[in-house]
């Protein structure tokens, strides 16, 4: 009897073992859930890439409110999953906590920084792609000037800001961009009246491209373009598709890249912990043009978008980060 | 002539602006004139914010959109009303309930139905209340003062703001020329002689939490169906509260209320117009302060210039008849 248990045991243990070169991943969404056409999507993208290339399954979550982030993240932690990917800053409390928990599983955080030996923060570089939109709102501009709508006043924002006002006068020395902050508290992500009525202000003073970066306050500067009959700049994901022909570009943070990469070389045994920062270089930030923007997009711009893009990826043209120093140049 | 331009242009938001405040602070004085107070004005735009949302991208059209937010926010009316009227509960905490309630059962419905996070789709423009021009807006733009009044300023907003500016006189009518508001005022005074006199306290405070319902779904219906094209969590963003500050601004009385808001809008308009321009003489005024503005004037208004707010006799006594 006890024999037979042995056996068993070690074919359950052999069988095991077989399939232990095989990661067991799991993703842990936040809020909005994975077909919010935003952040969550796109990591639900990179990792269904990942599963399809691979045959390898993985585990994941969707999170409702904000106290399940860490009860999640604990979960998979408990079950063995390993890596686990925790998506977007809300989620970086959880995943400190757990990864000191269990210091043997990997972890990553996509868009925050936790400074662990076993997890891997990736950022982006936000500023290289707000570099190209902002050449490209200079040159789609008649009146020479652009203008920047961001969400709460974080040096997060200013680096966006930064890197576009940078690429505004690599395309056009002469250009005059107007920049506004929505507000300095939470609210200030959520606040789509407050963001048209700023995209407007911005357009009677003459802009008539606006960029923005400030979440749901984003919708109504979007909405203010398209009844001005004026041009927006999404940010995020493409949000090309909310106002066809309205839209100019959007700045593209891959995190489905992010992802994909995380499980990627977590299998390949590749996985370094640390902070991973994706630019332009990495494809970890672009612009998106697809049939919305198409018409809005002449060759000509097109090019000199590709050639700058060359330029910065082979470090001939940098692009300054604001959150380096806190400071912008010009 | 271009400083009168920007004048205008400041005008006009102003009133885009003012608009839901007004709205949500003359349902507030409905329900407090009747001695109910109500915390939950905030609560009860944003349930009719995702309601009328939700109800237009649904069926693509925005009066079925401005039916469900009313009925939404007459619902969180009715169970404040519930609360404080029928069972003599705390009408502060009932408030916020109504707030949290709203808050949290807007964003778990839309991820539920809509699965964007919360928020629902963007509306395609037949489904919104746009901008209503009026006739011959364009042909007198190019005269002199005028000119820009009439197109700008009077011309060109969407059907719910000219409601909002027709909701004060109407406001000031039913509650100083009808008998329903001779009652609402004397039961937020003393509903023990509203009562002797054989009035129901009850049916009246009910009546009149249901007029604030009623104003405050209008005024979230603006806020996502005709000001912005979708709902977005939490997108009432405070002007609950400030409604309710407005209220107190305006002791309760239609035409200072309307005020009060419009002040309070206007300096929201004129934030938003001198973020990140050059004064001449000052420089770039930081962000911080024009938006502490607001708030630095209210206090100093009511601290010094608009002498005492007194409120309604009754306000926050449940009142428990005598057998």
Redesign the interface.
């Known amino acids: 009897m006890f024999r037979a248990i042995i056996v068993a045991a070690a074919v359950v243990l052999s069988t095991s073992a077989a399939s232990a070169a095989d990661i067991k991943p799991a993703v842990v969404f936040d ?3 994975k ?4 952040f ?1 999507e796109g990591v639900f993208n990179g990792v269904e890439k990942f599963r399809k290339e691979t045959g390898i399954t993985y585990r994941e979550f969707e999170v ?1 409110n904000a106290s399940q982030r860490e009860q999640a993240m604990r979960n998979m932690a408990r079950r063995g999953s390993d890596p686990i990917v925790g998506v977007g800053f809300a989620q970086a409390p959880a995943v400190e906590k757990v990864a000191k928990e269990y210091p043997d599983l990997r972890f990553a955080i996509i868009d925050m920084v936790v400074d662990l030996p076993n997890v891997q923060s990736i950022v982006f570089k936000e500023h290289e792609g707000s570099f190209l939109v902002g050449m490209l709102a200079a040159m789609a501009s008649e009146t020479g000037k652009v203008g920047f709508v961001g969400g709460m ?1 974080i040096p997060l924002i200013r680096k966006f800001a930064c890197g576009y006002v940078q690429g505004v006068k690599h395309a056009n020395p002469d250009a005059t961009v ?4 929505t ?2 508290t939470p ?1 200030a992500w ?5 963001g ?3 995209a ?2 911005q357009f ?1 003073r003459g802009a008539d491209v606006i960029y923005h970066a400030a979440g ?1 306050t984003g ?2 500067v979007l ?1 203010a373009a398209a009844e001005s009959g004026k041009l927006g700049i999404g940010v995020d994901s493409n949000q090309n598709h ?2 066809p022909g309205s839209v100019l570009t959007s700045m593209l943070k891959r995190v489905d890249v992010a992802a994909y990469n995380v499980f990627k070389t977590a299998n390949e045994g590749t996985w370094k912990p640390g902070i991973q920062s994706l630019g332009l270089k990495e494809s970890g930030v672009d612009w998106a043009l697809d049939e919305n923007n198409a018409k809005l997009v002449s060759d000509d711009m097109k090019a000199k978008l590709d050639a700058a893009k060359a330029e910065i990826i082979a470090g001939k043209i940098k692009v300054h980060d604001y959150m380096a120093d806190s400071s912008c140049p010009g | 002539m271009e400083a009168f331009g920007l004048f205008i242009l400041i005008l006009d938001a102003t009133l885009r602006v003012s608009t839901p405040l007004m709205l949500a602070a003359l349902a507030g004085l409905f329900s407090e004139r009747s001695g109910i107070v109500d915390i939950g004005l905030e609560g009860k735009m944003l349930g009719a914010a995702f309601a009328a949302a939700a109800a237009a991208y649904v069926t693509g059209s925005p009066i079925v959109g401005l039916a469900a937010g009313v009925a939404a926010s007459m619902l969180l009316a009715l169970l404040h009303g519930f609360a404080c009227i029928t069972h003599n509960g705390n009408q502060v905490v009932s408030g916020v309930a109504v707030n949290i309630l709203a808050a949290g059962l807007s964003v778990i419905l839309g991820i539920a139905w809509f699965a964007q996070g919360g928020q629902t789709p963007q509306l395609p423009e037949a489904a919104r209340f746009t901008p209503l021009v009026w006739p011959g807006a364009d042909l007198v733009a190019g005269v002199p003062l005028l000119g820009p009044i009439y197109s700008e300023l009077i011309s060109g907003h969407n059907l719910i703001v000219y409601l909002a500016v027709l909701a004060v006189p109407a406001t000031w009518w039913v509650l100083y020329r009808t008998r329903f508001g001779l009652r609402l005022r004397a039961v937020g005074e003393s509903p023990e002689a509203v009562d002797t006199a054989g009035i129901s306290v009850t049916w009246l405070r009910y009546r009149a939490v249901l007029c604030c319902g009623f104003l405050c779904g209008l005024a979230g219906t603006y806020l996502s169906v005709a000001h912005n094209a979708a709902f977005i969590k939490d997108m009432s963003a405070g002007k609950g509260f400030i409604a309710l500050a407005a209220l107190i601004f305006g002791k309760w009385r239609p035409v200072p209320v309307m005020g009060a808001c419009l002040l309070f809008g206007f300096l929201d308009a004129v934030a938003v117009r001198l973020q990140g321009v050059e004064l001449p003489g000052i420089g770039q005024i930081p962000v911080q302060f024009i938006q502490a503005l607001p708030y630095l004037l209210t206090v100093i208004l009511l601290a010094g210039f608009i002498g005492k707010a007194v409120a309604p006799r009754a306000i926050g006594v449940p009142y428990l008849k005598e057998h």
């Open positions: 809020m909005g859930g077909f919010d056409k935003s969550n409702t006043d107007y920049q506004n902050m507000g300095t609210a959520n606040d789509p009246g407050k048209k009525e700023l407007r202000s009677d749901g919708l109504g909405q909310i106002h």
